[in-house]
């Protein structure tokens, strides 16, 4: 099917083939005549399938075909969750929005660098404004702009979005927005729990999942590699020596910022370009590296689930979880660092002894069956650790609180006691 037929205006149409899509993508063709009728939707697709261009195409067309106001007031609002995805969904936009008649403004706002310039950038208004939910809401307090002329708002990463770290700041910029607008909400995951905030929000949605059309999974091979948890650094070592030629990038993800710090560290010092990627460097030199990595300057970057979310690296080869992900949600997140827009990719996890019962986890959450490999010379020789059992009373090893389960348990013991 080509972008023509969706119903959007050539210029568009000339931005998407220039943006390098041959056809539209699944969710492109499920949510664009969606998005072109007013409807409110909410899109689950792998990442790497071209869901920015799936909300950005169709919310430029309507923002051209409405007359410009004097002063700029804001109509389209993008949140996201990283300064990167900010960034990153800014420039997609500009591009694509290149060959249109109408002159649209898209200003982009994060924290971690000057709200000053961001401040001037607003003067005279603008008609987008890609942030995340902290910055924009510094940028109202500060008078810089209003939000009450906007009719069209997306959740990029809504998952994260509904998410408790930015739940509060979510809810005061929903406060300050027009109750009538269009509500575009699109992610990888939607868990059961975010899904009903989501819908929450949502009137008559076009509901667009294309997790499981044919065609639309990205060929992500992902294999599993059993390793004593204090020999990961020689096993990544000798992979990536191993596939000097074959991977030129590699992004490891690793569970804590002083693990970015350490792994980069000694892999450097073993003749391998790789630099560390978290929260506490700063915006500047974080976005310096990402473009540095693009450009293939660098062999690796390690880094914290910070680099998960949004970050697009065109033709990625590996993705290697030196720390195993906090949640299967985040596991999904990972892997689709590669494998974008169709190409190729490869996923590696580190699993131990001690981790392999949070692996199992995240396979069933997944519905996957992976094999376990072993590398010659990198064979476990650690054992399980044993398993915790609360004698306490409280019942459960998960927390002081007894569960439901356990509760029940505890009555039937009770009861079969007083038999």
């Given at each position: 099917m080509p972008f023509d037929s969706l119903?959007?205006?050539?210029?568009?149409?000339?931005?998407?083939?220039?943006?390098?899509?041959?056809?539209?993508?699944?969710?492109?063709?499920?949510?664009?005549?969606?998005?072109?009728?007013?409807?409110?939707?909410?899109?689950?697709?792998?990442?790497?399938?071209?869901?920015?261009?799936?909300?950005?195409?169709?919310?430029?067309?309507?923002?051209?075909?409405?007359?410009?106001?004097?002063?700029?007031?804001?109509?389209?609002?993008?949140?996201?969750?990283?300064?990167?995805?900010?960034?990153?969904?800014?420039?997609?936009?500009?591009?694509?929005?290149?060959?249109?008649?109408?002159?649209l403004k898209i200003v982009v706002a994060f924290g971690g660098v000057s709200i000053n310039p961001q401040m001037m950038s607003l003067r005279g208004g603008a008609d987008v404004v890609v942030a995340t939910p902290g910055r924009l809401l510094d940028l109202v307090d500060h008078n810089a702009l209003r939000l009450d002329a906007v009719s069209m708002l997306v959740l990029d990463e809504a998952d994260r979005l509904f998410d408790l770290g930015f739940a509060e700041e979510l809810g005061r910029v929903l406060a300050l927005l027009p109750q009538r607008r269009q509500n575009l909400l699109?992610?990888?995951?939607?868990?059961?729990?975010?899904?009903?905030?989501?819908?929450?929000?949502?009137?008559?949605?076009?509901?667009?999942?294309?997790?499981?059309?044919?065609?639309?999974?990205p060929a992500i091979v992902q294999r599993v590699i059993e390793v004593d948890a204090g020999r990961r650094t020689q096993l990544l070592r000798h992979l990536l020596k191993q596939h000097e030629g074959e991977w030129d990038r590699v992004l490891v993800f690793v569970a804590t910022q002083h693990a970015a710090q350490t792994v980069a560290e000694k892999l450097y010092r073993n003749g391998i370009y790789a630099v560390p990627f978290h929260g506490d460097i700063a915006q500047g030199t974080r976005s310096d590296i990402l473009f540095q990595f693009k450009q293939s300057r660098w062999d690796v970057v390690v880094a914290t689930d910070l680099a998960a979310r949004g970050i697009?690296?065109?033709?990625?080869?590996?993705?290697?979880?030196?720390?195993?992900?906090?949640?299967?949600?985040?596991?999904?997140?990972?892997?689709?660092?590669?494998?974008?827009a169709g190409e190729r990719g490869l996923a590696i996890s580190f699993v131990s002894a001690a981790t392999e019962a949070h692996f199992r986890l995240i396979e069933k959450r997944q519905g996957l069956s992976l094999p376990r490999?072993?590398?010659?010379?990198?064979?476990?020789?650690?054992?399980?650790?044993?398993?915790?059992?609360?004698?306490?009373?409280?019942g459960g090893v998960k927390g002081k609180r007894p569960s439901k389960k356990d509760k029940l348990r505890a009555a039937a013991a009770k009861a079969r006691g007083g038999d």
């Open positions: 119903g959007l205006a050539p210029a568009l149409v000339q931005a998407a083939t220039d943006s390098g899509y041959a056809a539209p993508t699944a969710i492109q063709v499920a949510a664009i005549p969606a998005i072109l009728q007013g409807r409110d939707l909410r899109g689950c697709a792998q990442t790497g399938s071209g869901k920015t261009a799936a909300f950005s195409l169709p919310l430029l067309q309507r923002l051209a075909g409405d007359a410009a106001q004097a002063p700029r007031r804001v109509r389209a609002l993008v949140l996201v969750p990283t300064r990167e995805l900010a960034a990153q969904v800014g420039e997609s936009m500009r591009g694509l929005a290149q060959h249109l008649d109408a002159r699109f992610s990888a995951t939607f868990p059961p729990a975010i899904q009903a905030l989501a819908d929450g929000m949502l009137r008559d949605p076009a509901i667009v999942d294309v997790q499981g059309a044919p065609g639309t999974e697009d690296i065109a033709q990625l080869p590996v993705v290697i979880n030196y720390d195993l992900p906090r949640s299967p949600t985040d596991y999904i997140h990972r892997i689709g660092r590669t494998g974008r490999e072993r590398i010659e010379g990198f064979e476990p020789t650690e054992a399980a650790p044993p398993r915790v059992v609360d004698t306490s009373g409280n």
